[in-house]
């Protein structure tokens, strides 16, 4: 089920029956005679929003739903009950190994990724991966792809992953350099906006009014200060670079394809992938993909694609929701909530996610619209 | 390749580390009753059916249909499918099309000519290849309970001998329900497949004396299911003008064309068989066919699509109406007013309507002359009473259908001969089974919704207007193949694994097998389990399970 | 040999020139600049170490054979002559005389024929076409204390730059080695009269 | 061949032949020539199969050396001072992880006061990250000690780092032979990695260790350290051989055999020393020198035996410790433990002060006279620290030291040496 084959939009927004066939392949022969036809097969039970079904053609299936996927990163990891982080790693990697034919290697900054991944004497991945500091992933994986330019290996794919923390902030001028020098990496940022590894401290990432460990929900102004932070896919667009995604881990079908998309191209290519931390976020384990569902529903994070530092496309939301859902769930934000709590500060974020939905179109009625409007 | 001491590590070593111990919960998949299946009178295992269907196996479908039901057609046609009132789609979008995806499978099935399962072949009774039994039953009526109860009897190994006054098999369905809802050859044809099961039909044979009947053809026992045909009527004083007709007599002979009604027919009455009435009348040369009924639309016991569909062509209804007289053309009819519990109060305000026949569509009553006398029936209401297993207060006399207390619909009577069968077997020495242990219902709030398409359902093609009030051709056609795959896979599988891979896709330590299980009759089943060596015990899996399939379960300390 | 100058004219390229000029001729020779971050305009030392053996000493040289001195407005700023011995070599890059400079004392303490001055930088702008005065520099220090042949300074110009360039280079070492002869000539003359 | 060339431009030479597969360029004062000169050598085709990247600082130029070296590529790169201090937690990160990346040190002082000239204070403040550094002490040493070092490192999986004075060994022209590339060819096979990122034979570098074996892992790093002290004469007696001059070693020693006192040093300061020794020699004084050219490992049996027999040490080093003094005396201290030479430590040349001869001569004297304390500051202006202690004493808001001293030499920016 693969999205490229469908219109953007029909998709994105749930669309029509007809728009939203997902147009995998055919179920053969249907019923006992072989004659009755080819058809296609509709998948109006799960659409194209569950991991798998078990009608699809295999070659149309979900890089996840495959019993022989990579599993990159292998079961025994350290990582928190119900770590984003780790799903979306996995989802990353294993849709880039497919991509790459198994012909990848991983660059990890450190973080809690790095941590959980590879405690000496045990490691979670099943493939070539380096860790070398927090700061310098882009650029070991610099080293990386050059070794490979110069070894002839043009069907290896070098991957750099990071963490916000490694990206946003220390990682940013390495991340930068790369960019700029347009070097064959794809970079992954996983972002659970904070520094979670230390124990969640407020990171360039971390969204406004959240409660972190470096920004407390005490005094007039709790939590993360407004108007700080970076946008940080919007800023390797303006680096011109050939490819900039925004995924979460609750779109599997939008991250396999962009990340296969990225995979296979060439230059700098940067996807950030949201993805949220029970530990840090204060959620239930069992919520991390609802709650980042929910970032992109209400607009908060936007999930769009560009090239050559244009957006080309946009996920439409599918079922608009008010920021109250989406902090409400979280205890980051607790402090926004119940008596006498702060609906004025919560009408600030809900005027962040109006303003990102106005600047990305992300509803059909903005489609269409200039996408700048204002600084976030 | 010599590696540096503790820097650099084989890969996957990790799975050493069993990380299933930080669990305090654990995932558990679990297969709930979905609703469909709760609802449904006839016990279909609707969600199992659909879930063959919707890879297109579409005999193993059919097949698993009729381990419950002999008739898909008919009740792909007639049924007032409770099935879909009670789909949790209705929550989504609008319910899944079960009743069409059935009269899809069953029109399939009569144009492939699929054979029914052989006898002593149930799924859920003993395996007693033919009539091995050697028991002999006696089925009292040839309706669609009767004929239901014929049809697990003779999959238990029994002999079965159905017994019937009318010419023709098939009761209610052939006398009670007109031709465009349901044309005589499906049924017919339906009904036919139960011949080679051994099941013989004695038709036009009047049971009186069921004592008698039963000693003289050794039979081990009796399904009684002879219906309620004697009608309903109320005292409405009627002058010589006045045609007044009882709704089964009208229906029963508009069956065979040896009626002929007036022009005004007014039809008085608010069930299903007065909607069927009006719309036969109509078809019958009627030109403005009336309803008259005490009370109103949101309580009338009619199902919304029937009225909906007499509406349609062209009958009106007079609500909250008495008949107070039909005198020389004329109804007197009373406005009426509703009470409290929704009981019609009188006005005295009365108005006139001209008619040239009066139908009262007013419910019929069982007659139950048949067990009167029976040593240990016992009757009451107009009723015969009847235990779980069916079985009266007479050793070996089962009843079922309109005979006894209940919904007085086709689908309940499939149902109840199903039941029967089973307590009858039972009787005859069979396994006595426990009851299977109803699991726990898949209500909505177990599903993640989110993971489910947008997908209205499926129109059925309607015949035109003009050609409804003119003719007994069926109003509703079927779905074609593309549809009724549509429609299939609009189901939600409710509390039941469809395999759609979240779990294993969701599962942030890859704690989740998934299997490769084949299956024989339909597609490879790829189920799933739950590596407990390295399950955290997160949730995720349940929480993005779309049909609510796992349950976490805290892990005892 | 130590050689003064301003960020620019080429100061430090004088003092390799003429360690491979040495080198050329067989000797051993360590050219280093007086390392800083001087900025085009700022005054800048070279030195140039010259020898039959090989030369370990890496200490700036503070008392020099000879001085280049690429520009005289330096004169003022800077210690030009530190260290200087009585028979040390000095050749400056001016159009005007030392008595004309207001050095008058200074050619007093000094061998008075190890004493040049070159228009330099006319020189080169002549042939060169560009105010560049080491390499002519060269020259004229070839010919004054003949440490190195004006042929090895032809030849590492040679090494260094481009045919056109280091053949018009070339020239203007010749023609400025020329006038010192010419000067030396005429000064010995005058010292027999 | 023999040249006479810039000693940048000699390394750039030499490393080109070597066949670096990845050289990452950061400028930085005073290693650009060095960059300038291999970028040119890739553009020009010189120098082949090269990935010559321009990146954004040098932390991320030991970076993605790291990474080129990680999958398998020899990896170079070039720094001094400030940017060696910028990259330092990459640089023990490369000798953490056993990557043999080869580095050029263009030995510079480190600020503040910001200062460009040459000190040994960079090498110092990364002696402990388990690099090799070998010192050079003239351009052909520096070029010849490039070539054992890209041998060394990949036989031992161990980065090197080639320390050469800033100025006054790479911007000076002097006579190189530069390695003939046959010869570098023949003395230096390709890179075999001991480990390497790839997609067949995957494996996890970088693990993060605990309590549990952490100190195992750096007793092998030392123990790596101590097989490299063992090798670096193999290797320098293999060039030799190759090449037919002598170059490299663990130390190096000059009219040392009989001498009652012996002058240690690091880098290019041998040779005014070596000059200044042979002055003193015809004065009748018994004095010789001893250099160490690798400074890690420290070879302290090679320095025992060459210094047993002293009667004094005089440690001349750019660099120092402080709030306690010389770094190099301390290991050359400890390397003589229980024998008889007193050592003493003369820190010199701070921040490209020159180390002259005539200094030279009088720390010799005094030397031989018994009267060097334990610590002494060659040409230390007395009179000036002695003011800026009193300003200091007199009042709390006396000012940034560095401008005032400045304020007080009076002293123009064009200074000569």
Same mark, same amino acid.
């Given at each position: $089920?693969?999205?490229?084959?469908?219109?953007?939009?029909?998709?994105?927004?749930?669309?029509?029956?007809?728009?939203?066939?997902?147009?995998?392949?055919?179920?053969?022969?249907?019923?006992?005679?072989?004659?009755?036809?080819?058809?296609?097969?509709?998948?109006?039970?799960?659409?194209?929003?569950?991991?798998?079904?078990?009608?699809?053609?295999?070659?149309?299936?979900?890089?996840?739903?495959?019993?022989?996927?990579?599993?990159?990163?292998?079961?025994?990891?350290?990582?928190?009950?119900?770590?984003?982080?780790?799903?979306?790693?996995?989802?990353?990697?294993?849709?880039?190994?497919?991509?790459?034919?198994?012909?990848?290697?991983?660059?990890?900054?450190?973080?809690?990724?790095?941590?959980?991944?590879?405690?000496?004497?045990?490691?979670?991945?099943?493939?070539?991966?380096?860790?070398?500091?927090?700061?310098?992933?882009?650029?070991?994986?610099?080293?990386?792809?050059?070794? $490979?330019?110069?070894?002839?290996?043009?069907?290896?794919?070098?991957?750099?992953?990071?963490?916000?923390?490694?990206?946003?902030?220390?990682?940013?001028?390495?991340?930068?350099?790369?960019?700029?020098?347009?070097?064959?990496?794809?970079?992954?940022?996983?972002?659970?906006?904070?520094?979670?590894?230390?124990?969640?401290?407020?990171?360039?990432?971390?969204?406004?009014?959240?409660?972190?460990?470096?920004?407390?929900?005490?005094?007039?102004?709790?939590?993360?200060?407004?108007?700080?932070?970076?946008?940080?896919?919007?800023?390797?667009?303006?680096?011109?670079?050939?490819?900039?995604?925004?995924?979460?881990?609750?779109?599997?079908?939008?991250?396999?394809?962009?990340?296969?998309?990225?995979?296979?191209?060439?230059?700098?290519?940067?996807?950030?992938?949201?993805?949220?931390?029970?530990?840090?976020?204060?959620?239930?384990?069992?919520?991390?993909?609802?709650?980042?569902?929910?970032?992109?529903?209400?607009?908060?994070?936007?999930?769009?694609? =560009?090239?050559?530092?244009?957006?080309?496309?946009?996920?439409?939301?599918?079922?608009?929701?008010?920021?109250?859902?989406?902090?409400?769930?979280?205890?980051?934000? =607790?402090?926004?909530?119940?008596?006498?709590?702060?609906?004025?500060?919560?009408?600030?974020?809900?005027?962040?996610?109006?303003?990102?939905?106005?600047?990305?179109?992300?509803?059909?009625?903005?489609?269409?619209?200039?996408?700048?409007?204002?600084?976030? | 390749?010599?590696?540096?001491?503790?820097?650099?590590?084989?890969? *996957?070593?990790?799975?050493?580390?069993?990380?299933?111990?930080?669990?305090?919960?654990?995932?558990?998949?679990?297969?709930?009753?979905?609703?469909?299946?709760?609802?449904?009178?006839?016990?279909?295992?609707?969600?199992?059916?659909?879930?063959?269907?919707?890879?297109?196996?579409?005999?193993?479908? &059919?097949?698993?249909?009729?381990?419950?039901?002999?008739?898909?057609?008919?009740?792909?046609?007639?049924?007032?499918?409770?099935?879909?009132?009670?789909?949790?789609?209705?929550?989504?979008?609008?319910?899944?099309?079960?009743?069409?995806?059935?009269?899809?499978?069953?029109?399939?099935?009569?144009?492939?000519?699929?054979?029914?399962?052989?006898?002593?072949?149930?799924?859920?009774?003993?395996?007693?290849?033919?009539?091995?039994?050697?028991?002999?039953?006696?089925?009292?009526?040839?309706?669609?309970?009767?004929?239901?109860?014929?049809?697990?009897?003779?999959?238990?190994?029994?002999?079965?001998?159905?017994?019937?006054?009318?010419?023709?098999? *098939?009761?209610?369905?052939?006398?009670?329900?007109?031709?465009?809802?349901?044309?005589?050859?499906?049924?017919?044809?339906?009904?036919?497949?139960?011949?080679?099961?051994?099941?013989?039909?004695?038709? *036009?044979?009047?049971?009186?004396?069921?004592?008698?009947?039963?000693?003289?053809?050794?039979?081990?026992?009796?399904?009684?299911?002879?219906?309620?045909?004697?009608?309903?009527?109320?005292?409405?004083?009627?002058?010589?003008?006045?045609?007044?007709?009882?709704?089964?007599?009208?229906?029963?002979?508009?069956?065979?064309?040896?009626?002929?009604?007036?022009?005004?027919?007014?039809?008085?009455?608010?069930?299903?068989?007065?909607?069927?009435?009006? #719309?036969?009348?109509? #078809?019958?040369?009627?030109?403005?066919?009336?309803?008259?009924?005490?009370?109103?639309?949101?309580?009338?016991?009619?199902?919304?699509?029937?009225?909906?569909?007499?509406?349609?062509?062209?009958?009106?209804?007079? &609500?909250?109406?008495?008949?107070?007289?039909?005198?020389?053309?004329?109804?007197?009819?009373?406005?009426?007013?509703?009470?409290?519990?929704?009981?019609?109060?009188?006005?005295?305000?009365?108005?006139?309507?001209?008619?040239?026949?009066?139908?009262?569509?007013?419910?019929?009553?069982?007659?139950?002359?048949?067990?009167?006398?029976?040593?240990?029936?016992?009757?009451?209401?107009?009723?015969?009473?009847?235990?779980?297993?069916?079985?009266?207060?007479?050793?070996?006399?089962?009843?079922?259908?309109?005979?006894?207390?209940?919904?007085?619909?086709?689908?309940?009577?499939?149902?109840?001969?199903?039941?029967?069968?089973?307590?009858?077997?039972?009787?005859?020495?069979?396994?006595?089974?426990?009851?299977?242990?109803?699991?726990?219902?898949?209500?909505?709030?177990?599903?993640?919704?989110?993971?489910?398409?947008?997908?209205?359902?499926?129109?059925?093609?309607?015949?035109?207007?003009?050609?409804?009030?003119?003719?007994?051709?069926?109003?509703?056609?079927?779905?074609?193949?593309?549809?009724?795959?549509?429609?299939?896979?609009?189901?939600?599988?409710?509390?039941?694994?469809?395999?759609?891979?979240?779990?294993?896709?969701?599962?942030?330590?890859?704690?989740?097998?998934?299997?490769?299980?084949?299956?024989?009759?339909?597609?490879?089943?790829?189920?799933?389990?739950?590596?407990?060596?390295?399950?955290?015990?997160?949730?995720?899996?349940?929480?993005?399970?779309?049909?609510?399939?796992?349950?976490?379960?805290?892990?005892?300390? | 040999?130590?050689?003064?100058?301003?960020?620019?004219?080429? !100061?430090?390229?004088?003092?390799?020139?003429?360690?491979?000029?040495?080198?050329?001729?067989?000797?051993?020779?360590?050219?280093?600049?007086?390392?800083?971050?001087?900025?085009?305009?700022?005054?800048?030392?070279?030195?140039?170490?010259?020898?039959?053996?090989?030369?370990?000493?890496?200490?700036?040289?503070?008392?020099?054979?000879?001085?280049?001195?690429?520009?005289?407005?330096?004169?003022?700023?800077?210690?030009?002559?530190?260290?200087?011995?009585?028979?040390?070599?000095?050749?400056?890059?001016?159009?005007?005389?030392?008595?004309?400079?207001?050095?008058?004392?200074?050619?007093?303490?000094?061998?008075?024929?190890?004493?040049?001055? !070159?228009?330099?930088?006319?020189?080169?702008?002549?042939?060169?076409?560009?105010?560049?005065?080491?390499?002519?520099?060269?020259?004229?220090?070839?010919?004054?204390?003949?440490?190195?042949?004006?042929?090895? !300074?032809?030849?590492?110009?040679?090494?260094?730059?481009?045919? !056109?360039?280091?053949?018009?280079?070339?020239?203007?070492?010749?023609?400025?080695?020329?006038?010192?002869?010419?000067?030396?000539?005429?000064?010995?003359?005058?010292?027999?009269? | 061949?023999?040249?006479?060339?810039?000693?940048?431009?000699?390394?750039?030479?030499?490393?080109?032949?070597?066949?670096?597969?990845?050289?990452?360029?950061?400028?930085?004062?005073?290693?650009?020539?060095?960059?300038? %000169?291999?970028?040119?050598?890739?553009?020009?085709?010189?120098? %082949?199969?090269?990935?010559?990247?321009?990146?954004?600082?040098?932390?991320?130029?030991?970076?993605?050396?790291?990474? %080129?070296?990680?999958?398998?590529?020899?990896?170079?790169?070039?720094?001094?001072?400030?940017?060696?201090?910028?990259?330092?937690?990459?640089?023990?990160?490369? %000798?953490?992880?056993?990557?043999?990346?080869?580095?050029?040190?263009?030995?510079?002082?480190?600020?503040?006061?910001?200062?460009?000239?040459?000190?040994?204070?960079?090498?110092?403040?990364?002696?402990?990250?388990?690099?090799?550094?070998?010192?050079?002490?003239?351009?052909?040493?520096?070029?010849?000690?490039?070539?054992?070092?890209?041998?060394?490192?990949?036989?031992?999986?161990?980065? /090197?780092?080639?320390?050469?004075?800033?100025?006054?060994?790479?911007?000076?022209?002097?006579? +190189?032979?530069?390695?003939?590339?046959?010869?570098?060819?023949?003395?230096?096979?390709?890179?075999?990695?001991?480990?390497?990122?790839?997609?067949?034979?995957?494996?996890?570098?970088?693990?993060?260790?605990?309590?549990?074996?952490?100190?195992?892992?750096?007793?092998?790093?030392?123990?790596?350290?101590?097989? +490299?002290?063992?090798?670096?004469? +193999?290797?320098?007696?293999?060039?030799?051989?190759?090449?037919?001059?002598?170059?490299?070693?663990?130390?190096?020693?000059?009219?040392?055999?009989?001498?009652?006192?012996?002058?240690?040093?690091?880098?290019?300061?041998?040779?005014?020393?070596?000059?200044?020794?042979?002055?003193?020699?015809?004065?009748?004084?018994?004095?010789?020198?001893?250099?160490?050219?690798?400074?890690?490992?420290?070879?302290?049996?090679?320095?025992?035996?060459?210094?047993?027999?002293?009667?004094?040490? /005089?440690?001349?080093?750019?660099?120092?410790?402080?709030?306690?003094?010389?770094?190099?005396?301390?290991?050359?201290?400890?390397?003589?433990?229980?024998?008889?030479?007193?050592?003493?430590? /003369?820190?010199?040349?701070?921040?490209?002060?020159?180390?002259?001869?005539?200094?030279?001569?009088?720390?010799?004297?005094?030397?031989?006279?018994?009267?060097?304390?334990?610590?002494?500051?060659?040409?230390?202006?007395?009179?000036?620290?002695?003011?800026?202690?009193?300003?200091?004493?007199?009042?709390?808001?006396?000012?940034?030291?560095?401008?005032?001293?400045?304020?007080?030499?009076?002293?123009?920016?064009?200074?000569?040496?």
């Amino acid at each position: $089920m693969r999205r490229d084959l469908l219109p953007t939009d029909a998709v994105a927004a749930g669309g029509t029956p007809e728009a939203a066939d997902t147009g995998a392949g055919t179920s053969g022969a249907i019923g006992d005679d072989p004659g009755a036809g080819r058809q296609r097969l509709r998948f109006y039970q799960v659409g194209s929003f569950a991991v798998g079904n078990r009608l699809a053609d295999p070659s149309q299936r979900t890089v996840q739903s495959d019993a022989t996927r990579s599993n990159s990163l292998d079961s025994g990891h350290r990582a928190c009950q119900g770590c984003g982080e780790a799903l979306g790693a996995r989802y990353a990697l294993d849709a880039a190994m497919r991509a790459a034919g198994g012909q990848l290697v991983a660059v990890n900054a450190t973080g809690c990724l790095e941590v959980f991944s590879t405690p000496y004497p045990e490691t979670s991945w099943r493939i070539a991966w380096l860790h070398s500091l927090f700061a310098n992933a882009p650029a070991v994986a610099t080293g990386v792809a050059a070794a $490979m330019r110069v070894k002839g290996r043009s069907d290896v794919r070098v991957v750099a992953q990071a963490g916000d923390g490694g990206t946003v902030d220390i990682g940013f001028g390495c991340l930068s350099g790369m960019f700029e020098r347009n070097d064959d990496v794809l970079f992954i940022c996983y972002d659970n906006e904070a520094y979670m590894n230390t124990g969640v401290q407020r990171s360039g990432a971390t969204p406004s009014a959240a409660r972190t460990a470096t920004t407390e929900a005490i005094g007039p102004d709790p939590g993360a200060p407004f108007g700080q932070g970076k946008d940080l896919p919007r800023l390797a667009m303006a680096h011109g670079i050939p490819y900039v995604a925004t995924a979460t881990v609750a779109d599997l079908h939008d991250l396999e394809d962009k990340i296969e998309r990225a995979t296979l191209m060439r230059g700098a290519r940067y996807v950030h992938v949201l993805v949220p931390c029970p530990l840090g976020w204060g959620t239930a384990s069992a919520d991390t993909i609802a709650v980042a569902r929910l970032a992109t529903q209400t607009g908060l994070f936007p999930v769009y694609e =560009a090239k050559n530092g244009s957006v080309t496309s946009v996920s439409k939301i599918r079922r608009v929701q008010p920021v109250e859902a989406y902090l409400g769930m979280q205890k980051r934000f =607790a402090h926004l909530f119940g008596t006498p709590g702060r609906p004025d500060i919560v009408a600030r974020i809900q005027a962040i996610a109006d303003d990102s939905i106005a600047r990305f179109g992300l509803l059909d009625s903005h489609a269409g619209e200039p996408a700048e409007r204002g600084a976030r | 390749m010599e590696r540096p001491f503790a820097i650099t590590l084989d890969v *996957g070593s990790s799975r050493a580390n069993h990380t299933g111990s930080w669990r305090v919960e654990r995932p558990v998949y679990l297969d709930y009753l979905p609703p469909c299946n709760d609802a449904c009178p006839a016990g279909e295992n609707t969600q199992r059916w659909l879930y063959l269907a919707e890879s297109g196996s579409y005999e193993a479908a &059919w097949r698993a249909l009729v381990e419950d039901n002999p008739f898909p057609a008919t009740m792909g046609r007639v049924c007032f499918h409770p099935c879909e009132t009670a789909c949790n789609r209705v929550k989504v979008d609008e319910a899944v099309g079960i009743n069409a995806v059935e009269r899809f499978l069953g029109d399939v099935a009569l144009d492939k000519g699929w054979e029914l399962p052989r006898p002593g072949s149930a799924a859920d009774g003993p395996a007693r290849p033919g009539t091995a039994s050697g028991r002999r039953v006696l089925v009292v009526g040839a309706g669609p309970g009767g004929l239901s109860a014929a049809y697990h009897l003779a999959r238990r190994g029994h002999q079965v001998v159905v017994a019937d006054a009318n010419a023709e098999a *098939g009761g209610m369905m052939r006398y009670g329900i007109p031709a465009y809802r349901l044309p005589r050859e499906v049924l017919a044809a339906e009904i036919d497949r139960l011949r080679p099961l051994g099941v013989e039909l004695q038709l *036009g044979h009047v049971v009186r004396d069921l004592a008698a009947e039963r000693r003289d053809g050794a039979y081990d026992a009796v399904y009684l299911g002879v219906g309620a045909q004697l009608a309903r009527r109320t005292d409405i004083p009627a002058g010589d003008s006045g045609r007044v007709l009882d709704a089964l007599s009208l229906l029963r002979a508009a069956g065979d064309g040896s009626i002929e009604l007036g022009r005004r027919v007014a039809v008085y009455g608010g069930g299903d068989t007065a909607m069927d009435v009006a #719309r036969t009348a109509r #078809r019958l040369g009627a030109t403005d066919p009336v309803i008259v009924y005490r009370r109103t639309r949101d309580v009338m016991p009619a199902h919304d699509e029937e009225l909906d569909g007499a509406i349609a062509e062209g009958i009106t209804v007079r &609500w909250l109406s008495t008949i107070d007289r039909f005198e020389g053309g004329k109804l007197v009819l009373e406005r009426m007013t509703l009470g409290p519990d929704n009981k019609p109060v009188p006005t005295g305000e009365l108005e006139e309507l001209e008619a040239d026949t009066l139908v009262l569509a007013l419910g019929e009553s069982a007659d139950l002359s048949l067990v009167e006398g029976l040593d240990g029936v016992q009757v009451h209401d107009g009723s015969v009473l009847v235990d779980a297993s069916m079985m009266t207060g007479a050793a070996g006399i089962f009843a079922g259908g309109d005979v006894i207390a209940g919904s007085r619909t086709v689908t309940d009577a499939i149902g109840h001969g199903k039941a029967a069968a089973r307590g009858i077997d039972a009787v005859l020495g069979g396994e006595v089974r426990a009851p299977a242990t109803r699991h726990e219902l898949a209500s909505f709030e177990r599903l993640n919704t989110w993971y489910y398409d947008d997908a209205p359902r499926t129109i059925r093609p309607e015949l035109d207007r003009i050609r409804r009030q003119s003719s007994f051709d069926e109003v509703f056609g079927s779905l074609d193949e593309t549809n009724a795959l549509f429609e299939a896979r609009r189901c939600l599988s409710c509390g039941n694994c469809f395999e759609c891979d979240n779990c294993y896709g969701v599962c942030p330590d890859n704690a989740v097998i998934k299997l490769d299980g084949a299956q024989l009759d339909g597609p490879p089943q790829r189920r799933y389990v739950v590596d407990y060596d390295f399950c955290k015990g997160c949730g995720i899996c349940a929480a993005e399970c779309p049909c609510g399939a796992i349950e976490m379960i805290p892990e005892l300390i | 040999m130590r050689i003064h100058g301003r960020g620019g004219q080429g !100061v430090v390229t004088a003092a390799e020139l003429l360690s491979v000029a040495a080198f050329r001729e067989g000797r051993f020779s360590l050219a280093f600049p007086s390392f800083g971050s001087e900025r085009t305009g700022a005054p800048v030392v070279a030195f140039c170490r010259i020898d039959g053996r090989p030369i370990r000493s890496r200490e700036p040289i503070v008392e020099p054979d000879a001085l280049i001195i690429e520009d005289v407005t330096l004169i003022h700023q800077v210690d030009l002559f530190a260290g200087l011995g009585p028979d040390g070599y000095v050749l400056v890059n001016t159009s005007r005389s030392f008595e004309e400079l207001g050095l008058t004392g200074l050619v007093e303490r000094f061998s008075p024929e190890r004493l040049v001055c !070159v228009p330099a930088t006319e020189i080169a702008l002549e042939h060169i076409g560009r105010p560049l005065p080491n390499a002519v520099l060269l020259g004229g220090f070839a010919a004054l204390c003949e440490v190195v042949s004006l042929e090895a !300074v032809a030849m590492a110009v040679r090494e260094r730059f481009g045919r !056109v360039l280091a053949e018009s280079n070339v020239a203007a070492a010749s023609d400025a080695a020329e006038r010192v002869h010419q000067h030396l000539k005429e000064w010995s003359r005058a010292r027999a009269d | 061949m023999l040249e006479q060339i810039e000693g940048s431009r000699a390394v750039a030479k030499t490393v080109a032949r070597c066949r670096p597969e990845v050289v990452c360029a950061y400028p930085i004062s005073p290693q650009t020539h060095i960059i300038e %000169a291999i970028g040119a050598l890739v553009r020009s085709g010189e120098l %082949a199969r090269c990935e010559f990247i321009n990146v954004e600082s040098e932390f991320a130029a030991m970076s993605v050396a790291i990474g %080129a070296s990680a999958a398998g590529a020899r990896a170079y790169t070039a720094t001094a001072s400030q940017g060696l201090l910028f990259m330092i937690e990459a640089v023990y990160n490369a %000798a953490g992880l056993g990557l043999p990346v080869v580095m050029t040190l263009a030995n510079r002082a480190v600020g503040a006061p910001i200062n460009i000239w040459n000190d040994h204070s960079d090498a110092m403040a990364v002696r402990d990250a388990g690099w090799v550094q070998l010192f050079a002490e003239t351009n052909q040493e520096a070029a010849d000690l490039h070539v054992q070092a890209f041998r060394l490192a990949e036989e031992l999986s161990v980065p /090197v780092m080639v320390c050469m004075d800033g100025f006054v060994l790479t911007h000076a022209f002097e006579q +190189v032979d530069v390695p003939e590339q046959d010869l570098v060819d023949a003395f230096l096979p390709p890179y075999e990695p001991r480990q390497v990122l790839d997609p067949a034979d995957p494996v996890s570098i970088g693990a993060m260790v605990g309590p549990e074996a952490f100190e195992e892992v750096r007793y092998l790093a030392h123990v790596r350290q101590l097989a +490299v002290l063992e090798q670096i004469p +193999v290797v320098a007696a293999e060039f030799e051989r190759t090449f037919g001059r002598r170059s490299g070693g663990l130390v190096s020693s000059y009219r040392a055999e009989d001498a009652e006192v012996v002058v240690v040093a690091l880098g290019s300061v041998l040779g005014t020393i070596k000059d200044t020794v042979d002055e003193r020699r015809e004065q009748g004084e018994r004095i010789g020198v001893v250099g160490i050219t690798s400074f890690r490992p420290f070879p302290r049996e090679a320095v025992r035996q060459v210094l047993s027999a002293a009667r004094q040490v /005089v440690v001349i080093e750019k660099a120092f410790s402080i709030g306690f003094g010389g770094v190099l005396a301390t290991d050359v201290a400890m390397a003589l433990q229980g024998l008889p030479p007193e050592v003493v430590s /003369v820190v010199a040349g701070l921040g490209g002060r020159p180390i002259t001869t005539v200094s030279l001569r009088r720390v010799l004297q005094a030397a031989v006279n018994d009267r060097l304390p334990p610590l002494t500051f060659l040409d230390l202006d007395e009179d000036l620290v002695r003011h800026e202690l009193e300003r200091m004493a007199a009042t709390r808001r006396s000012g940034p030291t560095a401008e005032n001293l400045l304020r007080d030499l009076g002293v123009p920016s064009g200074h000569i040496g």
